[in-house]
């Protein structure tokens, strides 16, 4: 490139984007005329512009070693009053209005009429990054987790659990529970299902000291006075939970007293996942019935038709997504073990894709989820992509921009 003056300007780092308030990338390098030059860059559509935002005058912009803008019609020049070196870029007029026609539609995902056009190999290229994006989203929580509790594995894990057991509507008070009651008090009780149920619904603040209960929801209650007394526990707020518009087989209490049972029956869980090769020998860890007083209850106090609780294939099979296949992915990267990168990917394409309303409507655009891999990835693309516009750094969308068929 070169500057109005015939200098000649190379981009040897573009720095990084600034989130701030301040120049737009920072800490750049570029060469002019042969000379190397360490700073920040800042981006306008006009040369003028760099006053109209008062950068003349702002000693944070000092720094700045090239302007870069789309038309030149001004000098500019630092608050000592030196000259700022700026390019003029020059492109292709199609790609403005490929971009702005993009940004202007209105439908579900802005390029749902152009991605009968593309080849589907690039396509499920792109939607392979994205995947690997979503595990690194996942990931974020477990390592934040991790710090706290100092790698504890199985403490983590035992959370993130929690969290996927209360499907969608209640994975945050379920998080919150598992993180108000450490898995060592729990696991103290292990062999009693009684004291389980009574250390989950007690945390969970589901055991309301005002109301009065069955003969199952005083003696939990009971219990549950006496362990939070022996621990020093503090429960959550009730209030947290969600149940309304939800399936029975849903409500929170079930959920918990599942959770209550898988508790009870499996130990060292991290452990045993980490060395499980393939989905079959997974499966029956999560084998799991609610019985006793839930074969007749979906809620405290309240007596149902006899029917048992289990926890289905679906529910194992979102638990696999959410939270095991995460812990596989982020557990090889933290230990530079590539095979369990490689298992997190594989289950994820053994896995029949998620239905729901986000993949529904990818398949009436043209886009069908052969796997988990790929419903996985689809949901990321529409929230974190199309939602936000982020047509520009979308391998469908710059295909699509940049008028590529292939």
């Not at 799991?288 to 038709?305: D, L």
Request: net charge neutral; hydrophobic share 35%; glycine share 6%.
């Amino acid at each position: 490139m070169f500057t109005p003056g015939g200098e000649r300007v190379e981009v040897l780092s573009p720095g990084h984007p600034n989130q701030h308030d301040g120049p737009d990338f920072l800490e750049a390098q570029v060469k002019i005329d042969g000379v190397l030059w360490a700073g920040h860059v800042e981006i306008h559509l006009r040369s003028s512009d760099w006053y109209g935002h008062g950068h003349y005058h702002d000693p944070r912009y000092d720094q700045v070693v090239l302007h870069v803008v789309a038309e030149h019609d001004d000098e500019v020049r630092r608050s000592n009053g030196e000259r700022v070196p700026e390019v003029a870029l020059q492109w292709d007029p199609s790609l403005w209005f490929n971009y702005e026609a993009l940004q202007r539609r209105r439908s579900w995902v802005a390029c749902s009429r152009d991605l009968h056009r593309l080849d589907p190999f690039h396509i499920k290229h792109w939607l392979g990054r994205v995947v690997v994006e979503r595990l690194e989203q996942h990931a974020t929580a477990i390592r934040t987790d991790l710090e706290e509790t100092s790698n504890d594995w199985e403490e983590v894990l035992y959370r993130h659990l929690a969290r996927g057991f209360g499907l969608h509507a209640n994975a945050r008070p379920f998080y919150l529970t598992a993180r108000s009651l450490p898995l060592r008090v729990i696991a103290h009780h292990r062999d009693n299902l009684l004291q389980v149920e009574a250390l989950l619904f007690g945390q969970a603040g589901l055991l309301d000291t005002e109301i009065f209960g069955d003969d199952h929801y005083e003696t939990l209650k009971k219990e549950y006075h006496y362990l939070q007394q022996k621990f020093s526990l503090r429960p959550i707020e009730g209030h947290l939970w969600r149940q309304m518009r939800m399936r029975p087989s849903a409500f929170p209490a079930v959920r918990l007293a599942e959770f209550a049972r898988f508790i009870h029956q499996q130990e060292n869980v991290f452990s045993r996942i980490l060395h499980t090769p393939d989905l079959k020998e997974l499966e029956p860890l999560f084998r799991i019935t609610a019985g006793g007083y839930w074969e007749e209850h979906y809620v405290f106090n309240k007596p149902s038709k006899k029917q048992r609780k289990s926890f289905g294939k679906q529910a194992f099979h979102l638990l696999l997504i959410n939270i095991v296949v995460p812990f596989y992915f982020i557990y090889g990267v933290i230990n530079g073990l590539e095979e369990y990168r490689e298992r997190a990917l594989e289950i994820l394409e053994a896995l029949p894709p998620e239905r729901n309303a986000i993949i529904r409507k990818w398949e009436e655009a043209g886009i069908r989820a052969e796997s988990a891999f790929y419903s996985q990835a689809l949901i990321r693309l529409k929230n974190d992509y199309c939602n936000k516009g982020r047509c520009l750094e979308c391998g469908i969308g710059k295909r699509i921009i940049t008028g590529e068929k292939g």
